[in-house]
């Protein structure tokens, strides 16, 4: 399947309190949806998704497909999402290199893998079978990370590079991911960027995070999605802009969702960002 | 046990160890560090539940819900990601839950709650106009066997549940509902909710059986009232029509 591409301008991930907002086009100019909550065999849920679909651009982000699991592709799931990709023909999709589920309970939250060559086997193996299964060529996103696995014997970024390079898929750059990781495991993320194989990013996330303590007396970032992005984040981010030229950017912000200006203004910022590196 | 399993018991069990390999960058065991993981599960899902299950929560209060939550999700985690319906173990869950036994209403109050969600979610259907059904015989009439509407749901209450949803849920129309059965459905975009004549449920299992009107209906029953309930709920699809 050849699908379209996202344009190279902000989004936002779509909440249903915020359809009558999303009149037309603007500032936010294509929507992100999380796949599994529209798993549903109909009702107000998917209506509201195919009066969106006329008018923006959609990406397709998953959450649960589990592609740093231990076990096989849960295949009813692969089929559900098969599903919904042959129906909304989405401009784009992503999952995250994480896992989710453990002999079939779902734990609702991105778990972390360590990098050694038997986990770069599954995820490769897993993620060649999701494009193979949907037909198309996914994006997979780095995580944010609290700790670290004594048995990593790979960088994050050289494993992501190697999955790219075996699979042919392209990197969804969570650049919130990235300085939350960094700060947490006290590395640099500007060198996570410098090692980053920035020509695959097919998309980039923003959001925000809230600082709390791990217990040793270090600050500990969370990936909350629940505030603005940060002033840090914003600066990595037009670091990477400034090297690739604008991306497809989304403002992810699940919880304690705002009012729509709010959104709209961090999508307008990162637009102007753009539009600031193709003037020069 | 393997590496996720150790880590998918531990998340699950705040009694059972943290994983052994889990470093912060000082190089010691990561305890507070593996808690967010346990946190971001727990918050997860009791946030799940609380959205699906909102005048249960405000009965019980947010503490006492999200204390509930957590047991409730150590007992029956999802089994799917797909958590649209997680929870649907909850009602029943409740009514064995011994320190609830003093609110016996609120294992109903929790079924409505999880028959409106159902309904939410179901497959779309035009539902049975009326009219269509104007010109028949009293004899076509009664060979006629629409079906119900895939969202279609009908609970049985021994308490004031709908009333009490009604007063909870900002549906003051709802507020004297008497106890007894509660029609739930989605003839098109928006949910209806509405207190149902005795025999609605045994008339709405009969048709979905296949059976005919002449025989879905209960000898002892108001068959005008069932009729009138179903119909202008728009609570059946017309027979013959291809199982959504």
């Not at chain 1, 086009?25 to 679909?53: C, D, F, K």
């Amino acid at each position: 399947m050849q699908s379209t591409q996202l344009p190279n301008t902000a989004g936002i991930g779509f909440k249903a309190r915020h359809f009558d907002d999303l009149g037309d086009p603007g500032a936010v100019s294509w929507l992100e949806i999380h796949a599994e909550n529209y798993m549903v065999a109909g009702g107000p849920r998917l209506a509201m998704l195919e009066a969106l679909r006329a008018r923006f651009p959609i990406s397709v982000h998953g959450v649960g497909l589990s592609i740093g699991g231990e076990g096989p592709l849960d295949a009813a799931h692969l089929d559900r999402l098969k599903q919904l990709i042959d129906r909304l023909r989405p401009a784009q999709f992503s999952e995250h290199l994480a896992w989710s589920t453990h002999e079939g309970t779902y734990f609702s939250d991105l778990l972390p893998l360590p990098y050694t060559a038997a986990t770069l086997e599954r995820v490769t193996s897993h993620v060649d079978e999701v494009q193979q299964r949907l037909g198309l060529r996914m994006l997979l996103e780095n995580p944010s990370s609290y700790l670290v696995f004594e048995d990593s014997t790979l960088s994050e970024t050289s494993f992501l590079a190697e999955v790219a390079r075996r699979t042919g898929c392209g990197l969804l750059l969570d650049i919130n991911n990235v300085f939350i990781s960094a700060s947490n495991l006290g590395t640099s993320a500007q060198a996570y960027l410098a090692d980053y194989p920035v020509e695959l990013v097919g998309e980039i996330h923003l959001a925000g995070y809230v600082e709390e303590e791990d217990g040793q007396g270090a600050a500990l970032l969370i990936d909350t999605h629940g505030a603005p992005v940060a002033d840090p984040v914003w600066a990595l981010y037009a670091e990477v802009i400034a090297r690739i030229g604008p991306r497809p950017t989304l403002i992810e912000w699940d919880n304690d969702v705002p009012d729509f200006p709010t959104l709209e203004a961090e999508a307008a910022r990162a637009a102007r960002l753009m539009a600031r590196r193709v003037a020069a | 046990m393997s590496g996720q399993g150790v880590f998918a018991s531990a998340l699950l069990g705040p009694e059972l160890p943290r994983p052994e390999t889990l470093r912060d960058p000082s190089g010691s065991r990561a305890t507070r560090r593996f808690d967010v993981y346990r946190n971001n599960v727990a918050v997860a899902l009791t946030e799940a539940l609380a959205a699906a299950f909102p005048v249960v929560q405000r009965l019980v209060g947010e503490t006492y819900f999200a204390a509930m939550a957590r047991d409730f999700a150590r007992a029956h985690p999802p089994r799917s990601p797909v958590m649209a319906l997680y929870g649907a173990e909850l009602p029943g869950w409740i009514e064995r839950f011994p320190p609830l036994a003093a609110l016996p209403y609120l294992p109903e109050v929790a079924r409505i709650e999880q028959a409106r969600r159902e309904a939410s979610q179901a497959a779309d259907a035009a539902p049975l106009d009326p009219r269509a059904l104007a010109g028949l015989s009293p004899a076509e009439l009664a060979a006629n066997a629409p079906r119900p509407h895939p969202a279609t749901r009908c609970l049985r209450t021994r308490h004031a549940a709908l009333a009490i949803w009604g007063r909870n849920a900002e549906r003051p129309d709802l507020a004297q509902s008497p106890p007894g059965e509660v029609l739930i459905t989605r003839p098109a975009l928006s949910l209806r909710l509405r207190a149902a004549p005795s025999g609605t449920g045994a008339t709405l299992r009969a048709l979905a059986r296949g059976a005919p009107l002449g025989s879905a209906l209960p000898q002892d029953a108001d068959h005008a009232a069932i009729f009138a309930c179903l119909f202008t709920a728009g609570a059946l699809v017309p027979q013959g029509d291809p199982e959504p």
